[in-house]
């Protein structure tokens, strides 16, 4: 891996590490609805731009309905999960849950799209599983119902990650695939036209007591802007750059950096249930993805 490649990784990871900690900031004041929403939508607008200043050809192959239905599980769902789970949760905490996605990947795989689950599979399964339980019952964050349905939000995003894997490769791979950057666009303007009922319905039930001052607002922009249109181009780079094995390593170092911002910027308590769910997590995300040996074809 060139240099280079390394510093866009890490920095990959730096920015989505910080989407934890925007949306710990933004979803208190303003609701999770709103703010799943406004990440949505603000991300279409600037990764518009972006295709338009990269000149990008407009031709979505017949596939834009599978686009915008990628849209809803790939990115609405899992938005405004982790916006609920904001509402209860340290962004540490979700950073570390987020690298569940690959674990989720396998589960799903074996019981949807007739997967094979070999046995470093599911032992990296196991494992992670047993890390989410050291974490939430040893962690800072009190152990009561609250921090569980933050938890089992965390999980049912990245049981959707898992679901978007697969139907990406069904639904857009074949006949030919799709530019890359068309797909995040059409799948964020799915997830917009998702959230949208729900952004207000909330604000008619339950409109936000204060719409927050310019640091609930830069966060937001921080988070439609550089955590999803950014970030978005930025992936596709590294996927082209090293492919998406090496590019997917980026999830090893997401939970670091959004525990290091909580901390630091939030001054959310660092505990040493982090370390231990943390390695628990890291060691079945590498028995998850690490490439295995072709099996040699007797001469």
Excluded at 24 to 44: C, E, K, Q, W
Excluded at 109 to 114: K, N, P, S, V
Excluded at 255 to 269: N, Q
């Amino acid at each position: 891996m060139r240099p280079a490649d390394l510093i866009r990784l890490l920095l990959l990871a730096a920015i989505w590490g910080a989407s934890f900690l925007f949306m710990r900031i933004v979803a208190p004041v303003l609701g999770s609805m709103p703010t799943a929403f406004f990440r949505a939508s603000l991300g279409m607008l600037g990764l518009l731009v972006i295709l338009l200043l990269m000149r990008v050809r407009w031709d979505f192959n017949g596939k834009l309905k599978h686009c915008l239905m990628l849209g809803v599980i790939n990115a609405g769902l899992p938005s405004a999960m982790y916006c609920l789970a904001a509402l209860v949760l340290p962004a540490g905490y979700s950073a570390i849950l987020n690298a569940t996605t690959p674990m989720m990947g396998v589960l799903i795989g074996m019981l949807f799209f007739a997967e094979a689950m070999t046995l470093s599979k599911a032992a990296g399964v196991a494992i992670g599983l047993f890390g989410v339980a050291v974490l939430t019952r040893t962690g800072p964050v009190e152990f009561d119902i609250p921090l569980l349905w933050g938890a089992a939000a965390c999980l049912v995003a990245t049981a959707c990650y898992g679901f978007a894997g697969f139907l990406t490769r069904h639904w857009i791979g074949q006949h030919g695939g799709l530019d890359n950057r068309l797909t995040a666009f059409a799948s964020l303007c799915g997830a917009s036209l998702f959230l949208l009922p729900f952004f207000g319905g909330s604000l008619l039930i339950q409109p936000p007591a204060s719409w927050g001052g310019l640091d609930v607002w830069l966060s937001l922009a921080g988070l439609g802007f550089i955590c999803t249109a950014f970030a978005y181009v930025l992936y596709f780079r590294l996927l082209s750059d090293i492919g998406p094995i090496k590019a997917s390593t980026t999830t090893f170092l997401i939970p670091p950096f959004g525990v290091l911002w909580g901390a630091l910027l939030l001054d959310e308590p660092l505990s040493w249930a982090y370390l231990y769910g943390g390695v628990l997590i890291a060691i079945a995300l590498w028995l998850v993805v690490r490439p295995t040996s072709p099996a040699k074809v007797p001469a």
